[in-house]
T-cell receptor, first 116, second 107 residues
Framework: KAGVTQTPRYLIKTRGQQVTLSCSPI?????VSWYQQTPGQGLQFLFE???????NKGNFPGRFSGRQFSNSRSEMNVSTLELGDSALYLC???????????????FGSGTQLSVL | GQNIDQPTEMTATEGAIVQINCTYQ??????LFWYQQHAGEAPTFLSY????GLEEKGRFSSFLSRSKGYSYLLLKELQMKDSASYLC????????FGIGTKLQVIP
C-alpha cells in the first residue's frame, strides 16, 4: 500500500507570494491533518479534514487555508507569504472516523518551504 | 488548552537504557502517542497508550499515568540508529505534539 505522498518536496518563494501544497493520503484514509514544523516550535497543528469538511483548526492566521476533495486528497494554501512561514509542512493521514477517537497518524515526507 | 513538556535533548551510550519523560496538561484526553523522527525524515509511529500502565514492544516500552498527566518512553539496548527526535503527542479533538526530545546515542 502506498504511503502518504506530498508534493512538491521543496519550494522557494518570495515574500508576498502564495503557495499551494498537495497531499495524497493512504488509500482508505479519510482524515488528513496538516502540521507546520520549525526547529523552535516543533510540530504545530494547522487543520484537519475529514470527508471534505474541516473538523479542527489550529491557531494560525487566515492566510493559511486548506481543503479536501472527494477522493480524500488535500491541499493547503498560504497566501501573502512572510519570512516566518519558512518551515517544513507535514501532512498526515489516519483511519480516524467521525467517532472522535484518535488513530495513529501516517506522515508524508513533507514540503520544505523557504520564503526569501 | 494543551501543554506538553519533554526535555529538548538527551545523550545516552550505545547498549544502555534511556527514559524520555513527557508531562501534559490538556483539556481532554483520548490517548498518548510516541513518534520517532530521524533528521530530515517524517515522524513514524512508535506507541499508543490510552489506559494506565506499561506497553512493551520489543526494545521500546511506553508508560502512562493519566492521573499524573505523565508518560515515558523507555528504550533498551540502545543502538546508534536510535539517534533521533522522540515526539510525545496527546490526542483529543486533534493530536497535539510536544517539541520533541533529540536523543544522541554515543559509542
Amino acid at each position: 500500500k502506498a504511503g502518504v505522498t506530498q508534493t512538491p518536496r521543496y519550494l522557494i518563494k518570495t515574500r508576498g507570494q502564495q503557495v499551494t501544497l498537495s497531499c495524497s493520503p493512504i488509500s482508505g484514509h479519510r482524515s488528513v491533518s496538516w502540521y507546520q514544523q520549525t526547529p523552535g516550535q516543533g510540530l504545530q497543528f494547522l487543520f484537519e479534514y475529514f470527508s471534505e469538511t474541516q473538523r479542527n483548526k489550529g491557531n494560525f492566521p487566515g492566510r493559511f487555508s486548506g481543503r479536501q476533495f472527494s477522493n480524500s486528497r488535500s491541499e493547503m494554501n498560504v497566501s501573502t507569504l512572510e519570512l516566518g512561514d519558512s518551515a517544513l509542512y507535514l501532512c498526515a493521514s489516519s483511519l480516524r472516523t467521525g467517532s472522535g477517537v484518535n488513530e495513529k497518524l501516517f506522515f508524508g515526507s513533507g514540503t520544505q518551504l523557504s520564503v526569501l | 488548552g494543551q501543554n506538553i513538556d519533554q526535555p529538548t535533548e538527551m545523550t545516552a551510550t550505545e547498549g544502555a537504557i534511556v527514559q524520555i519523560n513527557c508531562t501534559y496538561q490538556t483539556s481532554g484526553f483520548n490517548g498518548l502517542f510516541w513518534y520517532q523522527q530521524h533528521a530530515g525524515e517524517a515522524p513514524t509511529f512508535l506507541s499508543y497508550n490510552v489506559l494506565d500502565g506499561l506497553e512493551e514492544k520489543g526494545r521500546f516500552s511506553s508508560f502512562l499515568s493519566r492521573s499524573k498527566g505523565y508518560s515515558y518512553l523507555l528504550l533498551k539496548e540502545l543502538q546508534m540508529k536510535d539517534s533521533a527526535s522522540y515526539l510525545c503527542a496527546v490526542g483529543y479533538q486533534k493530536v497535539t505534539f510536544g517539541i520533541g526530545t533529540k536523543l544522541q546515542v554515543i559509542p
